[in-house]
């Protein structure tokens, strides 16, 4: 069985927002007990993130280091159409991942105890991001 | 279903190379509507890039970065059989993907409007890359 | 078909372990010819790496990049309740993989020759690490 839907999520910007209940809900509704969910962002300037999912603190640290390392309006960048974060947000999406497979196990995403998925908005400003859900399995 | 194909690229050293039309159009010859599409690559030293497709100055960009973020001939590493770019296609490689999975939505990969996939080689002479195309749906 | 397997590992603690021939094994045990294989960590300082598997070099060059790339115990974490290596651990494990999907290819993952599959422990202490596999085709 192949199921496909739609998220839509309207980000207030730079930061994480946690998915994780959208897609166990999603899963939930197909039936499917055993097999594979992927979850893909439609977008090039935002990203997912699997990651610990109880202290706030550790993606605010996320954060931090990726700042750190792809800075905003580095003059190496070129490509700047749209502000100091443009390029940034292009980079710090392909170091992360645009897609996350999960498997789905008596009827829900097998997440360890710890993991969340957070769709990673890279642009300071706001944005509608899309995000597809592929459910495959029994 | 599943159908599996495979790709054959021929590169001309460092650099992305778009894929985006020779997987849709192995996506299409499958007959499939609704499901996945998987893109792997054999290879230690090329990855896949999942990247804005309209200004070629982001790839230029990203190739800026990581060349500052990965040093070719760094003295801390000991692998360079190969000689400096070696160990720092490896280590590219890792912090990019091998494989990347997208949706298939109305017998076509569902991308962004910005979203094109790229073969990303990161040896400075050119290689002839083998990639594997695994699509499975209804 | 689809098929869903746990593999335990018991880490020595930070460093990568080669569990190549445990996923091969799981695959050849479904009987499946064509198709995808699943491999997903459930926790978040733990990764996966798709790396060159012939000279051990290779995977010390990573560790070595790695931990220059994130500093255990560096001033702009907040997160350290676990110790210096635990906000690091985290980043590490964003910046790798918790999940890879393989090609299955005439009842095996077609790899790369040069291609080996290995668990990242991030942390500095040992930790015994859960890894589901699904396996998915005809």
């Known amino acids: 069985m192949v199921e496909q839907e739609t998220l839509l999520l ?3 910007g730079r930061g994480s927002y946690n998915i994780t209940e959208d897609v166990q809900q999603l899963v939930a509704s197909t039936g499917i007990e055993t097999g594979l969910c992927h979850v893909f962002v439609m977008h090039t300037s935002a990203s997912l993130m699997l990651c610990e999912n109880a202290d706030p603190a550790v993606r605010q640290d996320m954060e931090t ?3 750190n390392l792809v ?3 580095d003059p190496m960048f070129i490509h700047c159409d749209e502000g100091p974060d443009d390029m940034a947000a ?3 999406t392909v170091l992360t991942h645009s897609d996350l497979t999960l498997p789905v196990q008596a009827g829900r995403c097998a997440l360890g105890v710890w ?3 957070f769709l990673w908005e890279h642009r300071t400003m706001g944005h509608r991001r ?7 399995g029994d």
Not at 130 to 136: G, H, Y
Request: aromatic share 4%; hydrophobic share 40%.
């Open 65 to 67: 280091f990726m700042a």
């Open 130 to 136: 899309k995000i597809i859900v592929t459910m495959q």
């Open 90 to 92: 292009h980079v710090r």
């Open 10 to 12: 309207n980000t207030k």
């Open 71 to 73: 800075c905003d309006g």
């Open 115 to 117: 993991q969340g998925i």
